[in-house]
């Protein structure tokens, strides 16, 4: 059922889609970019200059996409992984319970085969509900602090890059960034620290000669 719902060209509309809608916005992030050439009397030279035309409707379009990077992206995002963290946790838990129950009615409660794999089965759904449970609280806490910091451009005009705030947006912008960026390095630490797995393969690939 999963192999003919995900397909190929649903994978690539799915990414195509993903792209333009996360992309797109952008485009009003430099609507009112300028540029002019300008004469430079003291040095005799011919300047480009590059400046925001601050209009009422590039201002607008800005927040506009402040607000999309800043709220309806993050917490829709925020809204999936954790609609989907919660589904899987769910659905493992269902498994481990329908694989005890199956064992009990085939009358193998008391083999002791049918009672290690019931146990590594349920070790190995724990370790799987850790790993994505672990992976879904540092997305939300890593990107948690880049919305605020959009919003509060939105909300507080002062807390902008020319602002009196400036010094305070450029800390904040900084250490905001920073943790966004280190949402994705963070993942291969989850996943040496939880999975004996990943950390056998690792390991493998990095001490083979």
């Not at 506009?64 to 838990?93: E, N």
């Not at 609280?137 to 902008?160: D, Y």
Request: with cysteine; glycine share 4%.
């Amino acid at each position: 059922m999963v192999k003919r719902i995900i397909t190929r060209t649903v994978t690539k509309l799915a990414l195509l889609t993903i792209f333009i809608l996360g992309c797109g916005p952008i485009i009003f992030l430099y609507v009112g970019i300028e540029s002019e050439w300008r004469l430079d009397p003291l040095r005799n030279q011919t300047k480009l200059f590059v400046f925001a035309n601050d209009s009422k409707q590039t201002t607008t379009l800005k927040q506009f996409a402040r607000i999309l990077y800043g709220l309806v992206y993050p917490v829709s995002s925020w809204v999936i992984v954790i609609v989907s963290t919660t589904i899987l946790i769910i659905k493992l838990r269902a498994s481990n319970l329908w694989r005890k129950q199956h064992l009990i009615s085939s009358g193998n409660e008391m083999s002791q085969t049918g009672d290690f794999q019931q146990r590594r089965f349920c070790e190995r759904s724990n370790r799987v509900s850790k790993i994505v449970i672990n992976v879904a609280c540092v997305f939300i806490v890593c990107s948690f602090p880049i919305s605020v910091t959009l919003l509060l451009t939105v909300s507080i005009p002062e807390f902008s890059l020319s602002g009196s705030l400036r010094y305070l947006f450029h800390l904040n912008n900084l250490f905001a960034s920073s943790l966004n960026e280190l949402n994705s390095s963070v993942n291969i630490i989850v996943f040496t620290v939880v999975s004996s797995k990943f950390r056998s393969a690792l390991l493998h690939i990095l001490c083979k000669k």
